[in-house]
């Protein structure tokens, strides 16, 4: 028979690396609350765990009347709380330690000065017995001291009363929002020797009730009375059992890491703005921790549904028009003809030709750079006519569908986030694009190898029109000085100064024609490498400015999805 292997789960160490993580990654997209709860939240936990971890710090919490003090006296065998009837009673914690050595750092991190040595029995050794004010107290500071002491303690031990086990306070502000942290939480019902024995199960069974409704199915509820000592035994029992296991404070943080991991993943589904005027903790109102799905598990990110490849054509397109491509690609046909006249043709025409503009150049086009500038290939920008109201209003159109299909699926906050990128970098948008076309046109003005070789037999055929110009102008020089005449070469019957010229002018002039055509014929092909080229260059400009930036939003909320999810991730 095969076992299965039991999947390992992550250790909290771990865990509050990956917290740090997502809280690192999650800064400036989502509220500062979140991302500060949660670094807050792993320098809390960081600092427990260089504590005593022999210790654990159990906080006796409730409302007024509720009994707490009675409760914290009775356990620790000594009246060390003061009991009255003026409210509210306990105005600072105070703490009673069984074996409290090695304990003193950990109060003084949870700052509870009043300590006492409890004196009764050995079984709950290593126990800290907070006695905490009352968390519905008159007075403000009590209730922030209540607030503080909630997130630092080991063990949640609520301490309710007949009467106000029910109060929505206790439930709205502490109970349901810790409902993760239910594995640290006890409940007491005490003052039950108040109650007839038919109305304690009848009070215990509605509070099991409230407390599922809670969230905290499985929290121990025990009844019992700190004046008549019914129940005590079964308190005491059960602290001794979380003692002894060592490992509430671990289960605490535990806690703390999903918790804050949750939080993360909720700021996320909002945009910022409104995380940042919903989770903020106020005196008056609920404790700063937010509630959390049943069993303990974060609110599910979806993985990422948007995509760059296939935006990449249209925005492209978009800028190639708006940084007139056409145009550019007319003027490398138009160049390269009118530099293929000027290297080929007749010389004795085409000198004409230098007097009418070079279309590249017109447009800034194959500029060389001084030695001095940093960037050889480029003087400044290049003059091609600016984009259109349309063109532009195209542009940017493309870069608006590009981050809404990127973001398309994603939480709202990581949305926002990730149309932001797309747009992030088009202010250098129109300076980049003009670049890469003067950069990538630079080819449109390198001279083919044969214009070398026409313009020279332009210039020897240049020369046999020159010279038999020159042989028949001596020749007619001689006959006006009526001197002799040499003997005259002849091709057939045509004398040699008559070939050389009028063959020297017409072969000019068909060379001439042939090599426009040519030009004509390579001009059209050099138009359609530019076009290619400069459309692969614009593409690579818009990957940079526009969609590298959205994937590199999208990767970053992957790794945050991925380290929201390995922080809240049970052990359980």
Partial sequence: MKLLRRKERPSLESRLDALLEAASLGEGRLSEEAVENARTVAERAGARRRLSVEHTVAALAGATGSGKSSLFNAMAGDDLAAVGVTRPTTATAQAALWDGEGAGPLLDWIDVPHRH??????????LVLLDLPDHDSIRLSHRLEVDRLVELVDLLVWVLDPQKYADAAVHERYLRPLAGHRDVMVVVLNQIDRLPPDAVERCLKDLRRLLDDDGLAG????????????GLAEL????????????SWSAR?????????????AASSVLPRTVANSAGPSPDGPLALDPEPAGNAPM????????????EGPLAAALSRAAGVPVVVEAVAKGHRHRAVVATGWPVTRWVRRFRPDPLRRLRIGTAAPATSPDRELVGHTSVPEASAVQRAQVETAIRDVGESAAAGLPGAWAAAVRQAARSRSAELADAVDK??????????????????????QWLVFGALLAGALWLGGLFA????????????????????TVLLLGGALAGVLIALLSRVTAWLGGRRRARRASRALREAIGRVSQEYVLQPVEDELGRYTRFAGAVTRAAESRR
């Fill in 117 to 126: 040595s409890a004196s009764t029995g050995d079984d709950l050794n290593g």
């Fill in 219 to 230: 929290v121990p509820i025990l009844g019992v009375s700190a004046r008549a000592g019914t």
């Fill in 236 to 247: 005491r029992a059960l602290l001794a059992a979380r003692v002894a296991d060592r490992a």
């Fill in 253 to 265: 943080l535990a806690a703390d890491v999903t918790s804050a991991a949750t939080r993360l993943a």
């Fill in 300 to 311: 599910p990110l979806p993985e990422v549904s948007g995509e760059t490849a296939g935006l």
């Fill in 436 to 457: 890469a076309v003067g950069r990538t046109s630079l080819g449109a003005t390198r001279r083919p190898r044969w214009w070398r070789a026409v313009n020279g037999l």
């Fill in 478 to 497: 001689l006959d006006y000085l009526q001197l002799p005449e040499p003997p005259m070469p002849t091709v057939g019957e045509v004398p040699w100064p």
